[in-house]
């Protein structure tokens, strides 16, 4: 019965199952990283060489830094499994453009040493690494994290939404849905064009890695909150289409909100912390004064996932007994 | 063609069963030495009724059951008693067994014989039969089959399902008896419904054996109440409560609750067929079809063998193994049991006999868990087997506990499909025998 995994001469013993899927944590985190590219490279196109360099740094840097703190405290040297890269990568995603070389250093050191090994590396951290790092730098340098580009020209931008904030929805006339669609607009590097990010995540869906539910659940909470204040005062808030496509809503529900780790287990929890995770970006995008709220939203919902598995656990099997 | 029905969770496992298939059921040699361990199944083990010297004829009776959850052994040859110690058995430690040594004439006993008005026994007559052939559910589980035919008074039973699934990957047994003997096959079910006093069957299928459900399709179209349920391909189907889910939507309470608290027995296609011959012919257990087969034997086989036929004569008869064997596994890939040694009997419970390269058996190093929820969509009991593996790791056995550990029946599903590899069923068996032992010493101090 307890056979350790050991060799007598020349047979295997273990425990079953014998076989297993050949899906692996690499296999997922570079599948991650592939449905990303298309977001990517759209922010490299539309913003340059700059946005070229900010994803390099970070990536790279982040992929080092586990291997340094991995090798010092002699843990399971995994560096290569894609998930530092993906948490560079989706740190790059949520800078502008022109975010100077030290600050995306201090970032991915940052996500990969406070988001993640303090915790005990992979699997243990209760926080989105790549969000921890990003809203760090939202607040020690406030001025770099909101220096914007126009694409393609380079001159410098507001974000829709920051627009919205400050100047009201009167200055917005200009800005057209198809353009947040395909990503016109300024804004970080990855969040641009939802149209770039929901290939990326049919392929997740596809392949099976992440499931519907809080994109959906997410996604749908901010249209159903931002279309009520719209109907009763759309000459005041915007309409519930242009907060969807508008700032990072797409990447943070597709993409941040869906880590494994750091989000619900259970197919009813997913939902619910969609849904929390679309109030709070409600709230804060109507009611409060930052012009966006998806980062701070997931960091909460993301302290509330351990309550909200406690009390979406599977029904017990066999626990309503129907007898035909 | 009608709707295949599934039940919730499971994997889809490759089903491999192509290696074996179409290898038509052929007579294993009988052997010259046959070691038949007194446990063979379920419950109280058999007390040895012959010693050194006596001389037996096949089938005759060497191992007593004395209590009622236990099953009878019979010799599986004719020849003369060689030992009766412990010897080396398929699941754990050594067990009391009786070794055969061949006279090379394989003469019956002379009780074994058809009875032709077979049809007319009572239920009660059928009952005893099945008892003392010592038949056992020949799926794995190796469950006394009169004690699951036995009832206890006020549950009533509406529905027979006669579980054709075999849902490991490789096995093809179950799948290769109801293209050759699908007649008695759904006879020996019609003497279960006669036993249980129930007029209804669903004979499940899944839908990698079209053959099969045709072929037995044909038969089932000619008896009133026997219907073919086709099913969706999904490991573990072929466990009775996934399977009884599947067919007649009906859960099955959490243990101590039994099928049959649901109305319902579920038998395998094997077992219905030794029912059928134990019956009809007075045959007991002494043979069964064993599927030899895995990419590291060259030529699989399905095999009628004798019980008590070591593994290394059997895998010697489909060609021996090529390349560096890993990994041989008595029964399927999702549940089998690795050996050590290939001295082993076959037993009745044995299915499978599969033979893994060294490069299928390597295991990958498990990682620490990153919260994927592949584990619990796949778990057919609802458990939360991420949290299951981690408490038992950490030795939370209340924990554990409170999220029903023995709630799981060890299917695999869960480790099957981590992609941080990690092994789940292992420490959860680890866990139910550290909680057991702990309740044992609180039960002896109270
Ligand atoms: S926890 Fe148990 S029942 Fe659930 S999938 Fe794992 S082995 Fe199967
Ligand atoms: S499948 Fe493995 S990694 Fe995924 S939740 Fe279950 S235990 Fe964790």
Known sequence: MNEEQESTGELILSCGPHISTITNIPKVMYGVILALIPATFTGIYLFGWSALKVVVISMLVAVLTEGVIQ?????????????????????????????????????????????????????????????????????????????????????????????????????????????????????????????????????????????????????????????????????????????????????????????????????????????????????????????????????????????????????????????? | MIKLKTFPGGVHPPDRKSLSVHKQIEPAVIPNVIVCPMSQHIGAPCQPRVKEGDKVKAGQLIGQADSFVSAPVHAPISGTIKAVCLAPHPIGKPVMAVTIESDGLDAWDDAIQEDLYYSRLEPKDILNRVRNAGIVGLGGAAFPTAVKLSPPKGKRIDTVILNGVECEPYLTADHRIMLEEPEKIIAGLRLIMKVLNVDRAFIGIESNKPDAIESMSKVAKGESGIYVQGLKLKYPQGAEKQLIKAILGREVPPPPCLPLDVGVVVQNAGTCLAVYEAVRDNKPLVERVVTVTGSAINDPKNLRVRLGTSFSDLIAQCGNTNGSVGKVIMGGPMMGIAQHRLDVPVIKGTSGILVLNRKEAAKQESRACIRCGQCIRACPMNLLPNLLGIYCEKGRWEDAEKLHIFDCMECGSCSYICPASRQMVHLIKLGKQEILSIQKKREAKS
């Open chain 1, 71 to 324: 090798w010092i405290l002699g843990r399971q040297m995994s560096m290569w499994d894609g998930s530092a890269a993906l948490t560079g990568l989706l740190l790059a995603l949520n800078l502008p453009p022109r975010s100077p070389w030290w600050m995306v250093l201090v970032g991915a050191v940052f996500a990969i040493i406070i988001g993640k090994q303090i915790y005990g590396g992979l699997g243990h951290n209760p926080f989105n690494p790549a969000l921890v790092a990003r809203v760090v730098l939202v607040v020690s340098w406030p001025v770099q994290m909101t220096r914007w580009i126009a694409p393609l020209d380079g001159v410098s931008t507001a974000t829709p939404l920051g627009i919205l904030k400050s100047d009201g929805i009167a200055k917005l006339g200009g800005i057209r849905l198809f353009d947040l669609f395909i990503g016109k607009t300024g804004g970080c590097i990855g969040e641009v064009s939802a149209l770039a990010l929901l290939i990326g995540f049919l392929f997740l869906l596809w392949k099976g890695y992440v499931t519907w539910h809080i994109p959906v659940a997410y996604m749908g909470t901010v249209c159903v909150f931002t279309g009520v204040f719209w109907l009763v005062n759309p000459q005041r808030y915007a309409n519930p289409a242009f907060h969807l496509l508008a700032g990072g809503l797409v990447l943070g529900a597709c993409f941040m909100a869906t880590d494994y780790v750091t989000s619900p287990i259970t197919v009813k929890g997913k939902i619910i912390f969609g849904i929390g995770c679309g109030i709070i970006t409600g709230v804060i995008r109507i009611l409060g004064s930052y012009p966006e709220g998806v980062s701070f939203s997931i960091l909460l919902m993301n302290a509330a996932a351990p309550l909200i598995d406690q009390y979406t656990r599977p029904k017990r099997y066999g626990r309503l007994k129907k007898h035909a």
